[in-house]
């Protein structure tokens, strides 16, 4: 495991070095235009990646899918599924695929010293530079981390976490789920977030799924809120009956007319996915997803 001291200059040079290597943004087109990759956010298909992680990517290649979401780095070993960082990122170049962002598990760093945070965060920055990632994602909150009061805490964490990302060249954003729009006396934990932290070190990933089952505002609504903050979308459909996850196309959610506009949200990055409830297996249902997604929504992204 790296030093603290050569992590933190291996992230201050990488960050540099990402900074200027990379610009303008993927989701923008030389030509004034937009762009995007195809994503797929990886956990949907968490039982394939455990039992094969290169064979499933380069499934995931043939159908399509251009962009990753990750999950799951271990800090401590400088991995993902099982392998190193560097080898990879080796199978995604070989596949010509590329990884945007990851969702890193922040939520067991809640309630601990803010140095147990401190040197988590940097094994993430260390984790999504050498990967070639773009941003960082806070993806979940525990029940007992849910409060109001908890909620104005994670503020001052999101705000935290942000200035320490974007000093190594990188993006920060959080990602919502349904107890974000839970009215509590009034208050949301979402309008919370959106009151207080700072939209320049903390970006919104807006899972579109969980907006249409738990908000009182539509997508569109809240991207008026905060124009250009709403860097990253996740992309799932509603069963018609339970509620749960489903493919795209199987459900509720007309995409078609709930779609905020990618340029007033200030949209980077979207990633497909489906937690659970398959019709089948996780395999079959990103291929049914993919086949409806770029047949019927892709044109108007």
């Not at 799951?72 to 960082?85: H, I, N, P, V």
């Not at 147990?116 to 941003?135: K, M, N, P, S, T």
């Not at 190594?168 to 009215?183: I, Q, R």
């Not at 996740?234 to 749960?244: A, E, G, L, P, S």
């Amino acid at each position: 495991m790296r030093s603290t001291h050569t992590r933190r200059k291996f992230i201050q040079q990488s960050g540099i070095l990402l900074s200027s290597a990379l610009l303008p943004w993927p989701g923008f087109s030389m030509a004034g235009g937009r762009k995007y990759k195809m994503g797929l956010q990886l956990f949907t298909i968490r039982d394939a990646m455990e039992r094969d992680p290169v064979g499933s990517l380069k499934r995931v290649k043939s159908l399509g899918y251009q962009d990753l979401e990750t999950y799951g780095y271990d800090g401590e070993k400088g991995a993902y599924y099982g392998l190193k960082t560097a080898e990879f990122k080796q199978v995604l170049e070989e596949l010509e695929l590329t990884t945007s962002s990851g969702h890193y598990g922040f939520a067991p760093y809640f309630h601990t010293p803010l140095a147990q945070l401190e040197q988590f965060v940097d094994q993430c920055i260390e984790g999504a530079l050498a990967a070639g990632q773009r941003y960082i994602t806070w993806p979940w909150l525990d029940p007992e981390s849910r409060s109001i009061a908890s909620f104005k805490k994670l503020c001052e964490k999101l705000n935290w976490i942000g200035e320490r990302v974007t000093q190594a060249g990188l993006g920060f954003a959080y990602h919502n789920h349904d107890y974000e729009f839970f009215d509590q006396g009034g208050d949301t934990g979402y309008d919370i977030i959106l009151r207080e932290t700072d939209p320049r070190l903390v970006k919104l990933q807006l899972d579109l799924y969980w907006v249409m089952h738990s908000s009182k505002k539509s997508p569109k609504e809240l991207v008026a809120l905060q124009p250009g903050r709403f860097v990253m979308w996740h992309i799932k459909d509603m069963d018609k009956v339970t509620r749960d996850y489903t493919e795209l196309g199987n459900g509720s959610i007309d995409y078609t007319s709930i779609l905020p506009d990618p340029e007033l949200a200030g949209l980077e990055y979207y990633f497909i996915e489906q937690g659970g409830n398959f019709a089948e297996n996780s395999m079959k249902s990103i291929a049914e997803s993919a086949a409806y997604f770029q047949k019927n929504l892709q044109k108007h992204l």
